[in-house]
């Protein structure tokens, strides 16, 4: 994901400092490398810098490519949680909520309740208190669904204020969580099929 997020590519100290939140000596860096073009293949994955040899692209690029094209309810559907959320990679943790900002900033400046009701109704958004606000104001006075958007928001309501402050300004952090990840990243490499790209 990292390198596919770099086409230019990475040294070895910037990828170091990507990866790792303390510095590492470089023979955890080599052996870590070693370990992926193991999996991808020296053909794809080349040094001096780090990058790969390829058309490569990510769900995460999906996402944006679909926010840039204010296709917002396939840009949700797409979405699904968190960018590679058992990750802590200092880099991948900064692509994460940059993502998650700027897919929910996309929904509360949209004009699309229904994405942002798909967005609010799960595990990612549910204390959002935000962004159902937004999706009540956003709903016409005739739909069904007010009154179900107003007593979530009353439960929000009663919740502690450091539950829910967060959640109304500009999204709160996403941390790392110990679930499962569908993010993919997929690369056609130039000169032979290999299988698809691990996250790094």
Do not use: K
């Not at 860096?29 to 994955?45: P, Q």
């Not at 799960?122 to 959002?128: A, I, K, V």
Request: glycine fraction near 8%; proline fraction near 8%; charged fraction near 30%.
């Amino acid at each position: 994901m990292l390198l596919a997020a770099h086409p230019e590519g990475l040294t070895g100290e910037q990828a170091a400092t990507a990866l790792h939140e303390h510095p590492v000596a470089a023979v955890t860096l080599r052996a870590e490398v070693a370990r992926l073009r193991g999996l991808l293949g020296a053909d794809l994955l080349r040094s001096r810098p780090y990058r790969l040899h390829g058309s490569c692209r990510s769900d995460a690029d999906e996402v944006r490519r679909l926010l840039r094209a204010g296709r917002l309810g396939a840009a949700v559907d797409r979405y699904r949680g968190p960018l590679l959320p058992t990750s802590d990679a200092p880099e991948v943790s900064r692509m994460r909520q940059r993502l998650h900002d700027d897919l929910r900033a996309a929904l509360l400046h949209g004009d699309d309740p229904d994405a942002l009701l798909r967005f609010a109704d799960t595990e990612h958004g549910r204390m959002d208190w935000t962004a159902w606000q937004a999706a009540e104001r956003m709903l016409p006075p005739s739909s069904g669904r007010r009154e179900q958007v107003r007593a979530h928001l009353q439960v929000l309501d009663a919740e502690p204020a450091p539950l829910t402050r967060a959640r109304r300004g500009s999204g709160d952090r996403l941390g790392r969580r110990r679930t499962g990840s569908w993010w993919r990243t997929r690369c056609a490499p130039r000169t032979s099929a290999l299988p698809p790209a691990p996250r790094w």
